[in-house]
Each structure stands twice: as C-alpha cells, then as structure tokens.
C-alpha cells in the first residue's frame, strides 16, 4: 500500500502553478492497541541531560526555544516492555537515537562507549556527513557518554546490561 502512494508521488507531474496545501484532508483510519508513552519521560530525559546529546553533545533549540534536536531514548525498547522512566533512558540526537536502537553502539556499566565490531565492515562512506565520519567518531579511544549531574538519574546498569545482550551486535 505505502509503496503505491510512494510510486504515485514519485511519478507525479511536476506543475509549475503547484499549491502545497490540501483543500480537503483525508484520513486514514487505522486501529491498533497501543501504549501511550509518556511525556513525562521525554520531558524528565532531556532536561536531565541538559538538552544535549549524551554521546556528541550535540544541543540544538529552534529558534522560539519550543523545541529542541535532542530526543529521549529507552535503553530498553516499549516493545520490550521497557519501562518509560529516568533510569531507561538517554538523550541522544536523532543519529545516536538510531544507531543505539538499532545496535551499533551499547554502553558499558561505566558507561564508556562500546562499538560494534560490525563498524570494522562499513564502506569507507558510510555514515559520513561530508568531512564528519559520525560511525567512526564512536571508535574513539575512551569515548564516555557524559550523564545527568544528579547521579540519581544516571541509566540504570539492568537496563545497559539488557541492552548490550539483546540489541547490541557484537
């Protein structure tokens, strides 16, 4: 079904006269059960983490200061039953946020930087945004995530320990 839309849009003629907007919304209804995350658990993250990203450091706000680049990531997933609170989860930006999703990096129980030995396989093109090499940066010798000032709210080491079990490639 996506891919028909996404061939439509694709295929479509370009007009020189175009309107961006829709006159009449269509929705598309579907129904799913679903867990509501909570806003808490964004909102507790990335003002923990000072808005910034806990592996590059990366802060970024818009310019009316409402909404910022740094996103609140569970350690352990909601579709592992991970629980949405302070000690499952980082700040990360959106490229760590999915590099960390989707196993490329863990942490230690110190919280050092653990890498995929996978990233040794990767083009040298691969993950590079123009002169920044975003994959190889994390290869860097005593790379630490830098965490909350109260150590209160640093990741809990079950919820690094089951990351680096389940997520994390090797």
Same mark, same amino acid.
């Given at each position: 079904?996506?891919?028909?839309?996404?061939?439509?849009?694709?295929?479509?003629?370009?007009?020189?006269?175009?309107?961006?907007?829709?006159?009449?919304?269509?929705?598309?209804?579907?129904?799913?059960?679903?867990?509501?995350?909570?806003?808490?658990?964004?909102?507790?993250?990335?003002?923990?983490?000072?808005?910034?990203?806990?592996?590059?450091?990366?802060?970024?706000?818009?310019?009316?200061?409402?909404?910022?680049?740094?996103?609140?990531?569970? /350690?352990?997933?909601?579709?592992?039953?991970?629980?949405?609170? /302070?000690?499952?989860?980082?700040?990360?930006?959106?490229?760590?946020?999915?590099?960390?999703?989707?196993?490329?990096?863990?942490?230690?129980?110190?919280?050092?930087?653990?890498?995929?030995?996978?990233?040794?396989?990767?083009?040298?093109?691969?993950?590079?945004?123009?002169?920044?090499?975003?994959?190889?940066?994390?290869?860097?010798?005593?790379?630490?995530?830098?965490?909350?000032?109260?150590?209160?709210?640093?990741?809990?080491?079950?919820?690094?320990?089951?990351?680096?079990?389940?997520?994390?490639?090797?």
């Amino acid at each position: 079904m996506v891919q028909k839309i996404v061939k439509k849009m694709i295929e479509q003629e370009r007009s020189e006269n175009y309107n961006p907007f829709e006159k009449i919304k269509k929705p598309i209804k579907i129904a799913k059960k679903i867990k509501l995350r909570s806003r808490a658990f964004r909102q507790a993250i990335i003002e923990a983490y000072d808005f910034k990203c806990a592996v590059c450091g990366m802060k970024i706000y818009s310019p009316d200061n409402h909404q910022w680049e740094v996103e609140a990531a569970h /350690i352990v997933p909601h579709s592992s039953n991970g629980k949405d609170d /302070i000690l499952n989860g980082l700040a990360l930006c959106r490229l760590h946020h999915w590099a960390f999703d989707v196993g490329w990096f863990t942490l230690k129980d110190n919280f050092k930087v653990l890498v995929s030995g996978k990233i040794q396989d990767l083009s040298a093109d691969f993950g590079r945004m123009w002169n920044y090499n975003f994959m190889g940066q994390m290869l860097k010798e005593d790379l630490f995530i830098s965490l909350p000032g109260n150590q209160q709210n640093h990741p809990h080491p079950n919820a690094i320990k089951w990351h680096r079990e389940n997520i994390f490639y090797l």
